[in-house]
Protein backbone atom coordinates (compact mmCIF):
# COMPACT_ATOMS: atom_id res chain seq x y z
CA UNK A 1 0.00 0.00 0.00
CA UNK A 2 3.13 2.31 0.98
CA UNK A 3 4.33 1.78 -2.53
CA UNK A 4 1.21 2.49 -4.42
CA UNK A 5 0.71 6.00 -2.33
CA UNK A 6 4.32 7.01 -3.20
CA UNK A 7 3.78 6.19 -6.82
CA UNK A 8 0.55 8.36 -7.21
CA UNK A 9 2.09 11.16 -5.91
CA UNK A 10 4.85 10.96 -8.14
CA UNK A 11 2.99 10.53 -11.12
CA UNK A 12 0.59 14.17 -10.00
CA UNK A 13 4.13 15.46 -9.86
CA UNK A 14 5.22 14.92 -12.87
CA UNK A 15 1.70 15.89 -14.26
CA UNK A 16 1.65 18.99 -12.97
CA UNK A 17 5.45 19.61 -14.00
CA UNK A 18 4.67 18.78 -17.62
CA UNK A 19 1.28 21.15 -17.49
CA UNK A 20 3.48 23.85 -16.11
CA UNK A 21 5.99 23.57 -19.09
CA UNK A 22 3.58 24.15 -21.83
CA UNK A 23 2.05 26.70 -19.67
CA UNK A 24 5.33 28.37 -19.93
CA UNK A 25 5.75 27.43 -23.83
CA UNK A 26 2.51 28.93 -24.70
CA UNK A 27 3.42 31.81 -23.32
CA UNK A 28 7.02 32.16 -24.94
CA UNK A 29 4.91 31.64 -27.85
CA UNK A 30 2.65 34.37 -27.39
CA UNK A 31 5.58 36.62 -26.63
CA UNK A 32 7.24 35.83 -29.92
CA UNK A 33 4.22 36.28 -32.01
CA UNK A 34 3.81 39.97 -30.57
CA UNK A 35 7.19 40.81 -31.23
CA UNK A 36 7.31 39.49 -34.20
CA UNK A 37 4.07 41.78 -35.45
CA UNK A 38 5.26 44.61 -33.71
CA UNK A 39 8.72 44.32 -35.35
CA UNK A 40 6.37 43.88 -38.57
CA UNK A 41 4.41 47.28 -37.91
CA UNK A 42 7.42 49.22 -37.15
CA UNK A 43 9.19 48.13 -40.09
CA UNK A 44 5.79 49.51 -42.31
CA UNK A 45 5.73 52.56 -40.38
CA UNK A 46 9.49 53.43 -40.40
CA UNK A 47 9.30 51.89 -44.76
CA UNK A 48 6.91 54.84 -44.42
CA UNK A 49 8.73 57.46 -42.80
CA UNK A 50 11.71 56.70 -44.93
CA UNK A 51 9.30 57.43 -48.53
CA UNK A 52 7.96 60.65 -46.44
CA UNK A 53 11.55 61.29 -46.28
CA UNK A 54 12.75 60.82 -49.57
CA UNK A 55 10.45 62.94 -50.98
CA UNK A 56 10.65 65.63 -48.35
CA UNK A 57 14.27 66.39 -49.20
CA UNK A 58 14.00 66.19 -53.12
CA UNK A 59 14.52 69.63 -54.58
CA UNK A 60 12.28 69.62 -58.03
CA UNK A 61 10.56 72.42 -60.32
CA UNK A 62 7.34 73.80 -58.38
CA UNK A 63 8.31 73.09 -54.76
CA UNK A 64 7.96 76.09 -52.21
CA UNK A 65 11.31 76.44 -49.94
CA UNK A 66 12.06 79.28 -47.19
CA UNK A 67 15.29 81.03 -47.62
CA UNK A 68 17.90 80.85 -44.64
CA UNK A 69 21.01 81.33 -43.68
CA UNK A 70 22.18 84.53 -45.83
CA UNK A 71 24.85 87.05 -44.51
CA UNK A 72 25.23 89.75 -47.11
CA UNK A 73 21.43 89.90 -47.59
CA UNK A 74 19.85 89.16 -44.37
CA UNK A 75 16.78 90.62 -44.74
CA UNK A 76 15.46 88.14 -47.77
CA UNK A 77 15.77 85.51 -44.50
CA UNK A 78 12.61 83.89 -43.78
CA UNK A 79 11.05 84.37 -47.09
CA UNK A 80 8.78 81.66 -49.27
CA UNK A 81 9.31 80.78 -53.10
CA UNK A 82 8.41 78.66 -55.37
CA UNK A 83 11.74 76.93 -57.44
CA UNK A 84 11.59 77.96 -60.53
CA UNK A 85 14.38 75.75 -62.25
CA UNK A 86 17.90 74.76 -61.70
CA UNK A 87 21.20 77.16 -62.94
CA UNK A 88 23.48 74.57 -63.60
CA UNK A 89 26.51 77.22 -64.85
CA UNK A 90 25.98 79.17 -61.23
CA UNK A 91 24.95 75.68 -59.49
CA UNK A 92 22.06 78.17 -57.78
CA UNK A 93 18.56 77.30 -57.91
CA UNK A 94 16.55 80.35 -59.27
CA UNK A 95 13.70 81.15 -56.68
CA UNK A 96 10.79 83.41 -57.58
CA UNK A 97 9.67 85.37 -54.19
CA UNK A 98 7.67 88.09 -54.09
CA UNK A 99 10.18 91.28 -55.35
CA UNK A 100 10.98 88.87 -58.11
CA UNK A 101 13.39 85.75 -59.10
CA UNK A 102 16.99 85.44 -57.01
CA UNK A 103 19.61 82.55 -57.18
CA UNK A 104 20.12 80.43 -54.12
CA UNK A 105 22.36 77.61 -53.22
CA UNK A 106 21.06 74.84 -51.66
CA UNK A 107 22.61 75.15 -48.27
CA UNK A 108 20.47 78.66 -47.91
CA UNK A 109 17.09 76.24 -49.18
CA UNK A 110 14.78 75.03 -46.59
CA UNK A 111 12.29 72.96 -48.22
CA UNK A 112 9.00 73.24 -47.42
CA UNK A 113 6.49 69.95 -47.44
CA UNK A 114 4.26 69.71 -50.03
CA UNK A 115 0.67 69.86 -48.62
CA UNK A 116 -1.13 69.73 -51.94
CA UNK A 117 -2.89 66.63 -50.98
CA UNK A 118 -4.36 67.91 -47.65
CA UNK A 119 -5.67 71.49 -49.23
CA UNK A 120 -8.03 71.99 -51.70
CA UNK A 121 -8.05 75.57 -52.97
CA UNK A 122 -11.06 75.71 -53.66
CA UNK A 123 -12.54 75.19 -50.67
CA UNK A 124 -13.84 77.49 -47.96
CA UNK A 125 -11.63 77.06 -44.87
CA UNK A 126 -14.22 76.01 -41.87
CA UNK A 127 -12.83 78.04 -39.13
CA UNK A 128 -9.65 80.07 -38.32
CA UNK A 129 -8.59 78.14 -35.80
CA UNK A 130 -5.50 75.57 -36.16
CA UNK A 131 -4.67 72.65 -34.29
CA UNK A 132 -0.78 72.06 -33.94
CA UNK A 133 0.70 68.72 -32.75
CA UNK A 134 4.11 66.94 -32.74
CA UNK A 135 5.84 69.80 -30.49
CA UNK A 136 8.72 68.96 -29.16
CA UNK A 137 9.41 69.64 -25.07
CA UNK A 138 11.19 73.38 -25.58
CA UNK A 139 8.75 74.40 -27.54
CA UNK A 140 6.88 77.52 -25.97
CA UNK A 141 3.77 79.88 -27.07
CA UNK A 142 6.15 82.73 -28.03
CA UNK A 143 7.58 80.00 -30.69
CA UNK A 144 4.52 79.81 -32.14
CA UNK A 145 3.47 82.91 -32.39
CA UNK A 146 6.92 83.73 -33.68
CA UNK A 147 6.34 80.91 -36.52
CA UNK A 148 2.83 81.59 -37.59
CA UNK A 149 2.99 85.89 -37.36
CA UNK A 150 4.08 85.72 -40.92
CA UNK A 151 1.14 83.95 -42.09
CA UNK A 152 -1.62 86.04 -41.49
CA UNK A 153 -3.00 87.90 -38.50
CA UNK A 154 -3.10 86.55 -34.78
CA UNK A 155 -6.24 86.67 -32.83
CA UNK A 156 -6.44 88.49 -29.48
CA UNK A 157 -8.92 86.70 -26.71
CA UNK A 158 -10.56 88.22 -23.54
CA UNK A 159 -8.59 87.08 -20.36
CA UNK A 160 -10.69 85.06 -18.65
CA UNK A 161 -9.54 85.45 -15.03
CA UNK A 162 -9.17 88.89 -14.78
CA UNK A 163 -11.70 91.77 -13.94
CA UNK A 164 -10.22 94.64 -15.27
CA UNK A 165 -9.94 93.38 -19.09
CA UNK A 166 -8.93 96.61 -20.24
CA UNK A 167 -9.20 97.34 -24.14
CA UNK A 168 -8.93 94.80 -27.08
CA UNK A 169 -5.40 95.99 -28.13
CA UNK A 170 -4.45 94.94 -24.75
CA UNK A 171 -5.71 91.31 -24.27
CA UNK A 172 -3.47 88.45 -24.64
CA UNK A 173 -2.87 86.76 -28.34
CA UNK A 174 -5.04 83.11 -28.95
CA UNK A 175 -2.70 80.80 -28.63
CA UNK A 176 -2.03 77.43 -26.12
CA UNK A 177 0.18 74.90 -25.28
CA UNK A 178 -1.63 72.21 -24.02
CA UNK A 179 0.77 70.70 -21.36
CA UNK A 180 3.85 72.61 -21.53
CA UNK A 181 7.18 71.05 -21.55
CA UNK A 182 6.30 67.22 -23.01
CA UNK A 183 7.14 66.10 -25.73
CA UNK A 184 4.80 65.53 -28.73
CA UNK A 185 3.30 67.95 -27.45
CA UNK A 186 -0.23 70.01 -28.87
CA UNK A 187 -1.34 73.31 -28.98
CA UNK A 188 -4.16 75.88 -30.53
CA UNK A 189 -4.00 79.21 -32.58
CA UNK A 190 -6.56 81.72 -34.08
CA UNK A 191 -6.53 83.79 -36.68
CA UNK A 192 -8.59 86.82 -37.38
CA UNK A 193 -9.43 85.54 -40.82
CA UNK A 194 -10.16 81.77 -41.98
CA UNK A 195 -8.09 82.02 -44.85
CA UNK A 196 -4.98 82.04 -42.62
CA UNK A 197 -5.26 79.11 -41.14
CA UNK A 198 -6.11 77.42 -44.82
CA UNK A 199 -2.30 79.25 -45.46
CA UNK A 200 -1.00 78.20 -42.47
CA UNK A 201 -1.67 74.55 -42.82
CA UNK A 202 -0.37 74.52 -46.39
CA UNK A 203 2.75 75.97 -45.37
CA UNK A 204 3.82 74.38 -42.06
CA UNK A 205 1.56 71.23 -41.90
CA UNK A 206 4.71 68.50 -41.89
CA UNK A 207 7.47 71.39 -41.43
CA UNK A 208 10.22 70.27 -39.53
CA UNK A 209 10.16 72.75 -36.68
CA UNK A 210 12.66 72.22 -33.82
CA UNK A 211 13.50 68.77 -35.26
CA UNK A 212 9.97 67.62 -35.10
CA UNK A 213 7.88 67.17 -38.07
CA UNK A 214 4.50 69.07 -37.15
CA UNK A 215 1.32 68.28 -38.02
CA UNK A 216 -1.15 71.29 -38.38
CA UNK A 217 -4.85 70.97 -39.25
CA UNK A 218 -8.20 73.13 -38.87
CA UNK A 219 -9.47 72.72 -35.37
CA UNK A 220 -12.50 70.57 -34.38
CA UNK A 221 -12.43 68.49 -38.32
CA UNK A 222 -12.58 65.15 -37.17
CA UNK A 223 -14.32 65.15 -34.20
CA UNK A 224 -18.06 63.83 -34.14
CA UNK A 225 -20.73 64.16 -31.32
CA UNK A 226 -23.45 61.85 -30.44
CA UNK A 227 -26.98 62.95 -31.74
CA UNK A 228 -29.24 64.75 -28.98
CA UNK A 229 -33.11 65.30 -29.59
CA UNK A 230 -33.83 68.79 -28.46
CA UNK A 231 -36.71 69.39 -26.70
CA UNK A 232 -38.94 72.62 -25.98
CA UNK A 233 -38.79 73.83 -22.62
CA UNK A 234 -40.15 72.67 -19.89
CA UNK A 235 -42.65 75.39 -19.73
CA UNK A 236 -43.26 75.91 -23.55
CA UNK A 237 -44.84 71.81 -23.26
CA UNK A 238 -47.92 70.85 -24.55
CA UNK A 239 -48.62 68.94 -21.67
CA UNK A 240 -47.72 71.47 -19.33
CA UNK A 241 -49.72 74.03 -20.70
CA UNK A 242 -51.42 76.27 -17.53
CA UNK A 243 -49.53 74.27 -14.92
CA UNK A 244 -47.31 77.58 -13.62
CA UNK A 245 -50.63 79.28 -13.38
CA UNK A 246 -52.28 76.67 -10.80
CA UNK A 247 -48.59 75.95 -9.15
CA UNK A 248 -48.43 79.77 -8.44
CA UNK A 249 -51.91 80.46 -7.31
CA UNK A 250 -53.17 82.38 -10.16
CA UNK A 251 -50.29 85.28 -9.22
CA UNK A 252 -52.12 85.91 -6.36
CA UNK A 253 -55.90 86.36 -7.14
CA UNK A 254 -56.68 82.34 -8.54
CA UNK A 255 -57.52 79.32 -6.95
CA UNK A 256 -55.46 76.79 -8.76
CA UNK A 257 -52.97 74.27 -7.37
CA UNK A 258 -54.01 72.30 -5.06
CA UNK A 259 -56.12 74.69 -2.84
CA UNK A 260 -59.33 73.64 -1.81
CA UNK A 261 -62.20 76.08 -3.64
CA UNK A 262 -63.68 77.96 -0.79
CA UNK A 263 -67.58 79.71 -0.58
CA UNK A 264 -67.60 82.71 -2.64
CA UNK A 265 -65.06 81.90 -5.20
CA UNK A 266 -66.15 82.45 -7.90
CA UNK A 267 -64.58 81.90 -11.88
CA UNK A 268 -64.40 84.12 -14.53
CA UNK A 269 -66.79 84.98 -17.57
CA UNK A 270 -64.34 85.46 -19.63
CA UNK A 271 -60.49 83.68 -19.42
CA UNK A 272 -62.00 80.91 -17.10
CA UNK A 273 -59.65 81.63 -14.47
CA UNK A 274 -60.80 80.92 -10.56
CA UNK A 275 -60.72 84.13 -8.40
CA UNK A 276 -60.62 84.28 -5.07
CA UNK A 277 -63.86 85.52 -3.26
CA UNK A 278 -62.39 88.61 -2.01
CA UNK A 279 -61.26 90.18 -5.70
CA UNK A 280 -64.34 92.04 -7.47
CA UNK A 281 -62.03 91.77 -10.70
CA UNK A 282 -60.44 89.02 -12.35
CA UNK A 283 -56.38 88.76 -11.38
CA UNK A 284 -56.04 87.36 -14.85
CA UNK A 285 -57.87 89.56 -17.73
CA UNK A 286 -59.19 92.11 -15.55
CA UNK A 287 -62.70 91.53 -15.82
CA UNK A 288 -65.30 92.82 -13.39
CA UNK A 289 -66.79 90.02 -11.29
CA UNK A 290 -70.42 88.82 -12.63
CA UNK A 291 -73.49 90.85 -10.36
CA UNK A 292 -71.38 93.94 -9.24
CA UNK A 293 -69.60 94.18 -6.12
CA UNK A 294 -67.63 92.39 -3.79
CA UNK A 295 -68.60 90.06 -1.51
CA UNK A 296 -67.76 88.43 1.20
CA UNK A 297 -64.43 89.66 2.66
CA UNK A 298 -62.97 90.06 5.67
CA UNK A 299 -64.99 92.31 7.99
CA UNK A 300 -67.36 93.01 5.28
CA UNK A 301 -65.22 94.39 2.81
CA UNK A 302 -63.06 97.04 2.67
CA UNK A 303 -66.03 98.71 0.75
CA UNK A 304 -65.73 101.62 -2.15
CA UNK A 305 -62.84 104.28 -2.53
CA UNK A 306 -64.98 106.87 -0.57
CA UNK A 307 -65.86 105.43 2.46
CA UNK A 308 -63.33 107.46 4.74
CA UNK A 309 -60.43 105.64 6.33
CA UNK A 310 -62.83 103.06 8.67
CA UNK A 311 -65.25 102.36 6.18
CA UNK A 312 -64.15 98.85 6.04
CA UNK A 313 -64.90 98.39 10.01
CA UNK A 314 -68.36 99.23 9.56
CA UNK A 315 -69.97 102.79 10.78
CA UNK A 316 -69.84 103.92 14.69
CA UNK A 317 -72.15 105.98 16.18
CA UNK A 318 -72.42 109.71 15.18
CA UNK A 319 -70.26 109.32 12.04
CA UNK A 320 -71.80 111.44 9.19
CA UNK A 321 -71.85 111.62 5.69
CA UNK A 322 -70.54 114.41 3.69
CA UNK A 323 -72.95 116.31 1.84
CA UNK A 324 -70.35 117.35 -0.83
CA UNK A 325 -68.96 114.35 -1.82
CA UNK A 326 -70.55 111.22 0.42
CA UNK A 327 -67.57 110.36 2.14
CA UNK A 328 -68.52 108.69 5.61
CA UNK A 329 -66.46 111.25 8.17
CA UNK A 330 -65.31 109.65 11.23
CA UNK A 331 -67.46 111.49 14.93
CA UNK A 332 -64.78 113.33 15.59
CA UNK A 333 -64.31 115.25 12.67
CA UNK A 334 -66.05 118.84 12.13
CA UNK A 335 -64.80 118.71 8.61
CA UNK A 336 -64.91 116.51 5.93
CA UNK A 337 -61.55 115.15 5.49
CA UNK A 338 -61.82 114.74 1.63
CA UNK A 339 -63.01 118.34 0.76
CA UNK A 340 -63.04 120.47 3.66
CA UNK A 341 -67.07 120.67 3.82
CA UNK A 342 -68.20 121.56 7.51
CA UNK A 343 -70.04 119.49 9.21
CA UNK A 344 -73.80 119.56 8.73
CA UNK A 345 -75.80 120.90 11.94
CA UNK A 346 -72.36 123.16 13.22
CA UNK A 347 -69.68 122.05 15.26
CA UNK A 348 -69.32 118.41 15.99
CA UNK A 349 -69.50 116.81 19.88
CA UNK A 350 -67.28 113.88 21.02
CA UNK A 351 -63.42 114.55 21.22
CA UNK A 352 -63.07 116.83 17.71
CA UNK A 353 -60.47 119.95 18.14
CA UNK A 354 -61.97 121.27 15.42
CA UNK A 355 -60.89 124.67 13.84
CA UNK A 356 -62.09 128.25 14.61
CA UNK A 357 -63.08 129.04 11.28
CA UNK A 358 -65.28 126.36 10.84
CA UNK A 359 -68.47 127.11 13.32
CA UNK A 360 -69.48 125.71 16.50
CA UNK A 361 -67.51 125.94 19.61
CA UNK A 362 -64.13 123.72 18.74
CA UNK A 363 -65.41 120.63 21.66
CA UNK A 364 -68.52 120.75 20.13
CA UNK A 365 -69.51 122.85 23.09
CA UNK A 366 -68.80 120.72 25.86
CA UNK A 367 -65.55 122.60 26.38
CA UNK A 368 -66.75 126.14 26.07
CA UNK A 369 -64.25 128.96 24.12
CA UNK A 370 -61.20 129.86 25.18
CA UNK A 371 -62.02 133.54 24.91
Known sequence: MGRDRSRSRGERRDRSRSRERRDRSRSRDKKDRSRDRSRDRGDRSSKKEEKEHKDDDVFRVG???????????PEKNGSIGSLVEFNAEKARWVVALGSGNNNFKEENLELMPDNSDVIDEKEEPPTAKIYITKLTADTTEADLLALFKG???IAKEKP????????????PF???LY?????NGDGCLTFQDPQAAKAAIKTYNRYKFKGSKIGVAY???????ENVELTLPWHMRPENQGKLDRESGGGGGG???????KPGD????DCGAEVFASRDTCFKCGSAKPGGGGGGGKDGGKGGKDGGKDSGKGGKAGDWTCPGCNANVFASKDSCFKCGEVKPGGGGGGKGKGKDDRGGDRGGGSRGSRY
Open 255 to 261: GGGDRER
Open 174 to 176: AVK
Open 151 to 153: VGV
Open 219 to 225: AGVGRTF
Open 63 to 73: RQVIVKGLQKN
Open 160 to 171: KESRNRGFEDQW
Open 179 to 183: KPGRE
Open 266 to 269: WNCT
